[in-house]
Antibody, heavy 123, light 106 residues
């Protein structure tokens, strides 16, 4: 069965970069049918989709980002390690949240989720 | 596309039937999912394409609706159904979620 294992620091200083990784088992980051997403959840913002990457043979790698973070976010696949990552630059306390990675099937339904990483932005 | 759920919370007894509704700000056809989230856990996909039951999900969960208005119905409530339920629009990105409905079991 497909599993997603998240890793990364739980504390990031303001203005620095948040970096998380999601290791995939039971599927491939290069799958032609899946998409690989990052979502965060906080009491003030609820569930907020941040972005995704996916591979299609017709288009190669595709990257989609939420407008709210588009200028600060990068999602990268790593085919050698079968994982994907998120980097969020110039973080503020508003970026404090639980961050989840998730697989999307038919692109937009999130059927497998990581366990979540609580990230606190504080000096 | 904004997703608006109601009610924000509901309390019911074991064996009851509850219905949670979700309204989309634009016509999304049947591009809608429902998730269950227990405290401290990641969301779990229950329903996709408005009414398709995800594999392994009990048949007491059902979804309906199309266009703007959707519903999640849970029949024969069980104690383990205590959770927060979210709808999610899936027509296109950005994916958007409702604010959640907290279900308490009396």
């Amino acid at each position: 069965q497909v599993q997603l294992q998240q890793s990364g620091p739980g504390l990031v200083k303001p203005s620095q970069t948040l970096s998380l990784t999601c290791a995939i088992s039971g599927d491939s980051v290069s799958s032609d049918t899946a998409a690989w997403n990052w979502i965060r959840q906080s009491p003030s913002r609820g569930l907020e989709w941040l972005g995704r990457t996916y591979y299609r043979s017709r288009t190669n790698w595709v990257y989609d980002y939420a407008a709210s973070v588009k200028s600060r976010i990068t999602i990268n696949p790593d085919t050698s390690k079968n994982q994907f990552s998120v980097q969020l630059n110039s973080v503020t306390p508003e970026d404090t949240a639980v961050y989840y990675c998730a697989r999307g099937f038919t692109l937009n339904y999130l059927d497998v989720w990581g366990t979540g990483t609580t990230v606190t932005v504080s000096s | 596309i904004q997703m608006t759920q109601s009610p924000s919370s509901v309390s019911a007894s074991v064996g009851d039937t509850v219905t949670i509704t979700c309204r989309a700000s634009l016509d999304i056809s049947t591009w809608l999912a429902w998730y269950q989230q227990r405290p401290g856990k990641a969301p779990k996909l229950l329903i996709y394409a408005a009414s398709s039951l995800q594999s392994g999900v009990p048949s007491r969960f059902s979804g309906s609706g199309s266009g703007l208005d959707f519903a999640l119905t849970i029949s024969s409530l069980q104690p383990e159904d205590a959770a927060t339920y979210f709808c999610q629009g899936a027509l296109t990105f950005p994916l958007t979620f409702g604010q959640g409905t907290k279900l308490d079991i009396k």
